[in-house]
């Protein structure tokens, strides 16, 4: 993605007749230019660590996806880079990065593979988790100079559908089936929402439970991200969870709107509206990342391939093959500088103390919803350009096809649902009530 006017010099054309046919000079990007003012040290650190990881993740990704999770050495690489750092407060040993950093650590991640982000994007709610009551965040934190991996994952956490909890003395009863807690084997917390009763109030909240009190069931076996490791875990008898591991959903924006007056870091400076704009950042930052692997993916293979008809020497030669290229890096590079614009006004407001409005997240959420479909029409396209060669499971790029597809039917990314919240927003009609743009409100 070009931020400036550049002009080309005679070492430009020198270093271009050396490349290869069809291997562009790499334009300045972001990450490399005046706009970068929110990105730190630490965030680039780690971005370049994981690129240097990249040849690994890709050359585990297959095996991953047959055993439903990274590999333990990837988890321990990840942990010793800092990656499970980066959203954790400063105070408690975090990095406390905020949304500009995150959203290139999640393009990194995804450029070698999306569940590779994808666990990443579940590691970070240590920046919300972090916001509630001193002593689950005391205990939270406790093994973070030992445990090799997320210290928490999640499932079901504002789902329509959670466990149950009953007010008993000093804590809460707890059972029920929290699906899609990804990450679940490598993590050392399990956090899920629960319909709690009290008397005769009632309510919804999050529970942090021990994944020893919890059975994982085998039931992951899907056509994408297979590697998330996104197993439903259950608990068909109820067990105890202390009040300290509690939290009422209603006093959930209480806990995040806290955060700048107990924490420094830029994540903690953001509100609510600001957290939860930097996860749908996140969750669309993979997908460009995924969508750049598979555009480097797609420019190797058209150089090395032949085309079944016509008769070209390579795929590269048809005219086809060229406009489709052209049109995928416009795809490619217009999502970028969506998600990473918001990127920084995020980081931008949250320096200036202030919040986004609903209608902000809202139409915020669908334009970022918008251009993660964009980058799955880029790879489609290109899929479709290579042929019946990109549909084998011994070629790395269908994965990026269908992890794309699978990503994108998550509830709080789908484009029609968030189309409508937002239309309502932009049309002057009573919005819905929603919690972080395309959620139901619990509290």
Known sequence: MTTRATHATQGDHEMAATLPPGILIEQPTPTSTVFDRYLSAEGRRIGAAIAELRPTIRAQAAQAEQQGRLSDELIAEFTRIGLYRVTGPVEYGGLALGARDVAEIARELGRGDASAGWTFLVASSLRMVSTFPKELVEDLYRAVDTWQGPLAAGGSTFAAVTGTARRVPRGWMVKGKWSFASGNHHANWIFGGVQWTDGDDSGHGLVMMEPSDLTRLDDWSVSGMSASDSNTMVA??????????????????????????????????????????????????????????????????????????????????????????????????????????????????????????????????????????????????????LGSSAVSLSNPIQRFGRDGRVILSHGALRLEPLSEIAGRHLLGLPPFDMFAAGLQNKA
């Open 236 to 385: 068909t008898e109820e067990f105890f969870v202390p009040d300290a591991h509690f939290v009422n959903m209603r006093d959930l924006p209480l806990h995040i709107d806290s955060a700048s007056s107990r924490y420094g870091g830029l994540a903690y400076q953001a509100k609510v509206r600001g957290s939860m704009m930097t996860v749908m950042v996140l969750n669309v930052a993979i997908l460009i990342g995924m969508a750049q692997g598979c555009f480097e993916l797609f420019v190797e293979q058209a150089n090395s391939r032949k085309p079944f008809s016509p008769p070209y020497p390579l795929v590269a030669e048809m005219a086809s093959t060229q406009v489709a290229a052209g049109k995928a890096r416009a795809m490619i590079d217009a999502a970028e500088t969506v998600v990473l614009r918001y990127a920084d006004w995020i980081d931008q407001v949250a320096t200036e103390g202030g919040d986004f409005t609903a209608a902000d997240e809202s139409v915020a959420s669908i334009d970022m919803s918008y251009v993660g479909q964009l980058c799955l029409d880029a790879m489609d396209l290109m899929l479709r350009i």
